[in-house]
């Protein structure tokens, strides 16, 4: 499938543009080219390599439109989207795990489509499943897993792509306090001992506190960037730290005016 072309583009493709990810003047509309309804508008965002990046905003403000177009799965209606690694990994609130394969065929299978060969696959798909902390479940069928398992194998699966950056909606938010904990810490080693970017979309403020090294806050109707903070709370961080509380109650505050502004939460 190598031809001259791709090759060429490979070449552009190296990241000497210095950002996992560029969003310029992104704006997005539903419906009808006249009556349609506008949820981005001219959103500028740059994601640096190995950077952790928190997307906070209410429901419905278009956090989940807004990863969806730098996945690659939709289109802006203006602006651009630069993503100079290629294809962005995607997780989501739901695992979407295949639930008539084991854990390790989930991770397997997204092996196969990245391209490695057969032999390498069951090795890579335990060593991932071992980073995730689930070495053993290998055999394990998706129904056997609880929730929390579910979404260490998602994120094995993720890792899989051996994508530069990965996008993550509400990866956590069906999980219970103590699950979501753990898996807090497990992401952000895993995001320590990888050069991964990450693009995290949340509506709960401890949580983008708790994983960010910059929170980016987006207001409603249409969905603008209204805010951004950078965190330089030394990792790892606890949910419950002092100083992780102390700027989730000052972003709140923010995210409160951003809903009253708007209404209808
Ligand atoms: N494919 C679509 N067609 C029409 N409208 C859409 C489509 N996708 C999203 N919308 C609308 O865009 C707005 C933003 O939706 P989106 O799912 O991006 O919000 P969100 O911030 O992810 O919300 P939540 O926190 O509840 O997940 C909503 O008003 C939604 O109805
Ligand atoms: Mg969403």
């Given at each position: 499938?190598?031809?001259?072309?791709?090759?060429?583009?490979?070449?552009?493709?190296?990241?000497?543009?210095?950002?996992?990810?560029?969003?310029?003047?992104?704006?997005?509309?539903?419906?009808?080219?006249?009556?349609?309804?506008?949820?981005?508008?001219?959103?500028?965002?740059?994601?640096?390599?190995?950077?952790?990046?928190?997307?906070?905003?209410?429901?419905?403000?278009?956090?989940?439109?807004?990863?969806?177009?730098?996945?690659?799965?939709?289109?802006?209606?203006?602006?651009?989207?630069?993503?100079?690694?290629?294809?962005?990994?995607?997780?989501?609130?739901?695992?979407?795990?295949?639930?008539?394969?084991?854990?390790?065929?989930?991770?397997?299978?997204?092996?196969?489509?990245?391209?490695?060969?057969?032999?390498?696959?069951?090795?890579?798909?335990?060593?991932?499943?071992?980073?995730?902390?689930?070495?053993?479940?290998?055999?394990?069928?998706?129904?056997?897993?609880?929730?929390?398992?579910?979404?260490?194998?998602?994120?094995?699966?993720?890792?899989?792509?051996?994508?530069?950056?990965?996008?993550?909606?509400?990866?956590?938010?069906?999980?219970?306090?103590?699950?979501?904990?753990?898996?807090?810490?497990?992401?952000?080693?895993?995001?320590?001992?990888?050069?991964?970017?990450?693009?995290?979309?949340?509506h709960n403020v401890r949580e983008a506190v708790r994983l960010a090294q910059r929170v980016v806050l987006l207001s409603s109707r249409p969905g603008r960037i209204a805010r951004e903070w950078t965190i330089d709370i030394p990792q790892p961080r606890r949910i419950?730290?002092?100083?992780?509380?102390?700027?989730?109650?000052?972003?709140?505050?923010?995210?409160?005016?951003?809903?009253?502004?708007?209404?209808?939460?």
């Amino acid at each position: 499938m190598a031809t001259p072309t791709t090759l060429a583009k490979a070449e552009d493709r190296v990241p000497a543009t210095g950002h996992a990810a560029r969003l310029a003047h992104v704006s997005k509309s539903f419906g009808g080219p006249a009556g349609g309804q506008l949820v981005l508008d001219d959103i500028s965002l740059d994601v640096a390599p190995g950077e952790f990046v928190t997307l906070l905003g209410a429901s419905g403000c278009g956090k989940s439109t807004l990863l969806n177009l730098v996945a690659g799965l939709d289109r802006p209606s203006a602006g651009s989207i630069e993503t100079p690694g290629g294809r962005p990994a995607l997780m989501f609130q739901e695992h979407a795990l295949f639930p008539w394969l084991t854990a390790g065929k989930n991770v397997e299978l997204a092996l196969k489509l990245r391209g490695l060969p057969k032999a390498e696959r069951r090795p890579e798909a335990e060593r991932l499943l071992e980073l995730v902390r689930l070495g053993g479940s290998y055999g394990k069928r998706v129904h056997e897993l609880s929730g929390g398992m579910r979404q260490r194998v998602a994120l094995a699966r993720a890792l899989a792509q051996a994508s530069d950056l990965l996008l993550m909606d509400e990866p956590f938010a069906a999980l219970d306090a103590i699950t979501r904990d753990v898996l807090h810490d497990e992401l952000t080693r895993i995001w320590r001992e990888t050069n991964l970017s990450v693009l995290f979309v949340t509506h709960n403020v401890r949580e983008a506190v708790r994983l960010a090294q910059r929170v980016v806050l987006l207001s409603s109707r249409p969905g603008r960037i209204a805010r951004e903070w950078t965190i330089d709370i030394p990792q790892p961080r606890r949910i419950e730290d002092a100083a992780v509380a102390e700027l989730s109650v000052e972003i709140t505050e923010e995210l409160r005016g951003e809903i009253r502004r708007h209404g209808q939460h």
